[in-house]
T-cell receptor, first 117, second 118 residues
Framework: DTEVTQTPKHLVMGMTNKKSLKCEQH?????MYWYKQKAKKPPELMFV???????INESVPSRFSPECPNSSLLNLHLHALQPEDSALYLC????????????????FGEGSWLTVV | AQKITQTQPGMFVQEKEAVTLDCTYD???????LFWYKQPSSGEMIFLIY??????QNATEGRYSLNFQKARKSANLVISASQLGDSAMYFC???????????????FGGGTRLMVKP
């Protein structure tokens, strides 16, 4: 079983709704990530939090708003989404900025399947 | 810029046989890490194996081994004794260069769908 937990597993929302995706890890990791994956495509990085601070935003539209309340939690707030935002959203975590000889494996959650109608 | 290439969109393998999934990469950074992940239809991205650019030996994890050929810039995944549960999408990924790396960001290849036949 994955040690990165994402909720909800499935979410259907209208274009005017506000919803949130949640991610939790208890591995003591200090870096957390959001990836977006469209059907039959590889995951694409959206945001990186390092030591609870947003360090990377890959030019993601403002209708996606990340939040890191503490080192174990990562949220993705959704507002005024478009149908093309429908995708699998994957949360991941790792120890942090790894040494050059460390594996620093990135562990993923089960994902949240989002459908925007 | 980094690039990861998986040239096999789909592959079939007979149960109990071995299979090799190809991955080539391109980077100018001398220090990098390569990962393989398995993604079943449920969506979860499952970590399989890791190879560091400075590692002298090929990585192995149970039935998974990584055939790392640094000069050729290839990092092929070998699955021995395939099982029906191995049917899934497999992604090769590279860790971004440390200069830009606030954590351990990954760049993924396009993936290979493996289908195990009974």
């Amino acid at each position: 079983d994955t040690e990165v937990t994402q909720t909800p597993k499935h979410l259907v929302m209208g274009m005017t709704n506000k919803k949130s995706l949640k991610c939790e890890q208890h591995m003591g990791h200090r870096a957390m990530y959001w990836y977006k994956q469209k059907a039959k495509k590889p995951p694409e990085l959206m945001f990186v939090y390092s030591y609870e601070k947003l360090s990377i935003n890959e030019s993601v539209p403002s209708r996606f708003s990340p939040e890191c309340p503490n080192s174990s939690l990562l949220n993705l707030h959704l507002h005024a989404l478009q149908p093309e935002d429908s995708a699998l959203y994957l949360c991941a975590s790792s120890q942090g900025r790894g040494g050059r000889r460390s594996g620093n494996t990135i562990y993923f959650g089960e994902g949240s399947w989002l459908t925007v109608v | 810029a980094q690039k990861i290439t998986q040239t096999q969109p789909g592959m079939f393998v007979q149960e109990k046989e071995a299979v090799t999934l190809d991955c080539t990469y391109d980077t100018s950074d001398p220090s990098y890490g390569l990962f393989w992940y398995k993604q079943p239809s449920s969506g979860e991205m499952i970590f399989l194996i890791y190879q560091g650019s400075y590692d002298q030996q090929n990585a192995t994890e149970g039935r998974y081994s990584l055939n790392f050929q640094k000069a050729r810039k290839s990092a092929n995944l070998v699955i021995s004794a395939s099982q029906l549960g191995d049917s899934a999408m497999y992604f090769c990924a590279m860790r971004e260069p440390f200069a830009r790396n606030a954590g351990n960001m990954l760049t993924f290849g396009g993936g290979t769908r493996l289908m195990v036949k009974p």
